[in-house]
């Protein structure tokens, strides 16, 4: 009797399984190791910022224009946080993709981050997800230095009040969209972004931070005007023991940058790593070559010129080249920049106080362009040969053309209504005393 008691429970739990609606697949979970990972690069980006970005261009500038520097990388950054929480997350990488055309350029849908909580995820470019919290925070630190990156172009001579006018507009109408355009994917929801779409390959930021900085601060250089005694008076920079120092962590932190990009602790990372080691040794190394070239002396600032030039032209393909085209690209990007440094500035007569765009933009360039080559497998990229060399050339040339123009226009916009407003530009007396002084009261030195 127990038996067949059993029997026919076994025949009914079974007939009600079957007959029960399927269980909904479980959550994607963050892979914890892929969550840890992501939170280190993000605080090796912020190192970058504070306290690598404020070293390196504060040592660049006169001593009495020290403190000025730090203070409006440190505050430029942190203003562009809040921004990003409230407003430019949506804009660059919202929940909701909007459809052609206007899906190309912003999404939206996540102001304030409204509805994302602590089981909320981000896509990696795997199965694997990341809590959207540490991607939000990643992409924020992006960014900050971004917009800090700029005021090597505009130190010395431009008003705190106009860089914290400047930031909040030029993030809205020109960082977002150009982050919207080259990385969002839009899914079956809506518009990929615009050279996102187009198959554009920019692993870490060569359009979106560096030509897109560097063309800022050319154009916003040019709205200011040169500094007083430019060219004709000395202006040395106080220390390059700073400067070193600030070149030693940013170099650090951009293995954040760099290996971060790959959003997973992958191989893809991996590769990102060696080669932000490589094409950068080669970028150190090739500047004070082409020094001696020219009948200088190898310098301490050649070297951490050509180490940021290595970076930033490394910085599209990180994952995207084998090791030995990011050392070309490293060596490539020095010698350019250092035409353009030593050459094409003095020759142009722009003043481009700390070679915002000497360096990163031009780098920048190089770096977008060079990507398409270092990426086919005959110099060891990582590329299958589907898309042939001219294409993907094109695709590259085509999103450094819509970077710069959507730079260069909405930096002109910008800088044209905050001089129209409040101004731009310190006074004379105010730049002969220094910014120190005469915008914050304070010396860097005794």
């Known amino acids: ?55 390196f261009y504060g040592g660049l500038t006169r001593s009495k224009n020290m403190l000025s520097t ?55 470019f795997s199965d694997e997800v990341i809590s959207k919290y540490v991607f939000v925070s ?22 705190f009040s106009a860089v914290m006018a400047f930031v909040p507009i030029w993030l809205t109408i020109v960082y977002f969209p150009i982050a919207h355009m080259v990385w969002f994917d839009g899914g079956d929801a809506g518009a990929s972004g615009l050279l996102f779409a187009d ?41 390059l ?66 180490i940021i030039a290595g970076l930033v032209a490394v910085t599209p393909a990180a994952g995207n080249s084998g090791p030995f085209g990011a050392i070309l690209l490293g060596i490539l990007s020095s010698a350019v920049c250092y035409v353009f440094v030593a050459k094409v500035k003095a020759k142009f ?24 080559v270092v990426y086919q497998p005959f110099l060891g990229g990582p590329g299958d040969g589907s898309t042939p060399l001219g294409e993907q050339l094109w695709v590259q040339i085509f999103s450094v053309l819509v970077t710069i123009g959507w730079a260069g226009i909405g930096t002109l916009v910008t800088g044209f209504l905050v001089k129209a407003t409040i101004g731009l530009r310190v006074d004379e007396e105010s730049e002969v005393n220094g910014l120190d002084i005469s915008e914050h009261g304070e010396r860097a030195y005794n």
């Open 138 to 159: 990643f992409q924020m630190t992006f960014a900050a230095i971004t917009a800090s990156l700029i005021l090597g172009a505009t130190a010395e001579r431009m008003k």
């Open 199 to 239: 198959g554009a390959l920019d692993f870490a930021g060569g359009t979106v931070v560096h030509i897109n900085a560097g063309v800022s601060g050319l154009v916003l250089a040019y709205l200011l005007g040169k500094r007083r005694g430019f060219p004709s008076e000395p202006m040395p920079p106080h220390s």
């Open 70 to 124: 730090m203070t409006q990388i440190g505050a430029t950054a942190s203003l562009a946080m809040i921004i990003w929480v409230m407003w430019g997350y949506s804009l660059a990488f919202g929940d909701t993709a909007y459809p052609e055309p206007l899906g190309w350029f912003v999404s939206g849908g996540s102001y304030f981050l409204a509805g994302t909580d602590l089981s909320s995820t981000a896509a990696t």
């Open 1 to 55: 009797m127990n038996r067949i008691f059993l029997r026919l429970a076994a025949l009914a739990t079974g007939t009600a399984l079957l007959a029960a609606p399927a269980l909904a697949a479980a959550p994607a979970v963050p892979n914890p190791g892929n969550n840890a990972w992501m939170m280190t690069s993000t605080l090796l980006v912020l190192l970058m910022i504070l306290p690598g970005l404020s070293l």
């Open 241 to 306: 023991t700073l400067t070193m120092v600030g070149t030693g962590l940013l170099w650090v932190g951009w293995f954040g940058f760099n290996a971060g990009s790959a959003l997973e602790a992958n191989g893809s990372a991996g590769l990102a790593m060696i080669n932000t080691f490589v094409a950068t040794a080669a970028g150190g190394l090739a500047w004070m070559v082409i020094e001696r070239a020219a009948g200088h002396k190898g310098s301490a600032l050649g070297f951490c010129s050509g």
């Open 349 to 372: 007569g722009y003043d481009d106080s700390l070679d915002a765009f000497g360096i990163h933009g031009v780098g920048g360039i190089v770096g977008a362009i060079g990507t398409a």
